[in-house]
């Protein structure tokens, strides 16, 4: 499986939860990787991405300043840390290469008192 993601889990509001993605069987370090989510009822959106050797990332408005996208060749993962989390930021993580068009599973990310 190239992609494998992990660390979803119920977190209360304002909570903080770390994300990975390891990936294989393609050149990581040359990826550009996203993090996208899917909110129930709602069409999948990107969250985060990050280039492939340089690592310039870039964030949905939303998400700005609150979660960082971090990608580490030596061990082919990806992560995402969120931070202050909000009910609205509920769903399924998704991390995925665009240019190779592979999606992980998911990892289920919920944010509830």
């Known amino acids: 499986v190239p992609l494998v993601e992990s660390g979803g889990d119920l977190v209360q509001p304002g909570g903080s939860l770390t994300l990975s993605c390891t990936a294989s069987g393609f050149p990581f370090s040359a990826a550009r990787m996203n993090w996208l989510r899917q909110a129930p009822g709602k069409e999948r959106e990107f969250v985060a991405g990050i280039g492939g050797q340089v690592g310039t990332a870039r964030y949905a408005d939303s998400v700005l300043g609150l979660f960082t996208i971090s990608k580490f060749n030596h061990n082919n993962t990806l992560y995402l840390q969120m931070n202050n989390l909000k009910p609205e930021d509920t769903g399924v993580y998704y991390c995925?290469?665009?240019?190779?068009?592979?999606w992980g599973q998911g990892t289920q990310v919920t944010v509830s008192s």
């Open positions: 995925n290469s665009p240019a190779r068009n592979l």
